[in-house]
Nanobody, 117 residues
Framework: VQLVESGGGLVQAGGSLRLSCAAS????????TGWYRQAPGKQRELVAV????????NYADSVKGRFTISRDNAKNTMYLEMNSLKPEDTAVYYC???????????WGKGTLVTVSS
């Protein structure tokens, strides 16, 4: 499975961005996909996750009410709509996919989001 993120960039505080994650390869065993982020000097943290079968979602408390995760199974693409961005949202955002059959995780290379104050 290959994951490619896009949509990162520089935005002012209060602004919005939409990230995309396109998946290719053997995706039929993927049970969940999610977004993680890593800020400079900090550990990678979960931002949001969405199940492949029904779309149930879970969010980090820090982004609840501001970010929305979604997926288009026909396009094998996942999205993260980010609104009311804050400087503390600045990080590299990574796409993650969990293979429920083989117990493997896949990662994209990341896309940088910078929020200026």
């Amino acid at each position: 499975v290959q994951l490619v993120e896009s949509g990162g960039g520089l935005v002012q505080a209060g602004g919005s961005l939409r990230l995309s994650c396109a998946a290719s390869g053997s995706t039929f065993s993927i049970v969940a996909t999610g977004w993680y982020r890593q800020a400079p000097g900090k550990q990678r943290e979960l931002v949001a996750v969405i199940a492949s079968n029904g779309g149930s979602t879970n969010y980090a408390d820090s982004v609840k009410g501001r970010f929305t995760i979604s997926r288009d199974n026909a396009k094998n693409t996942m999205y993260l709509e980010m609104n009311s961005l804050k400087p503390e949202d600045t990080a590299v955002y990574y796409c993650n996919a969990l293979d429920g059959t083989h117990g493997m995780e896949y990662w994209g290379k990341g896309t940088l989001v910078t929020v200026s104050s």
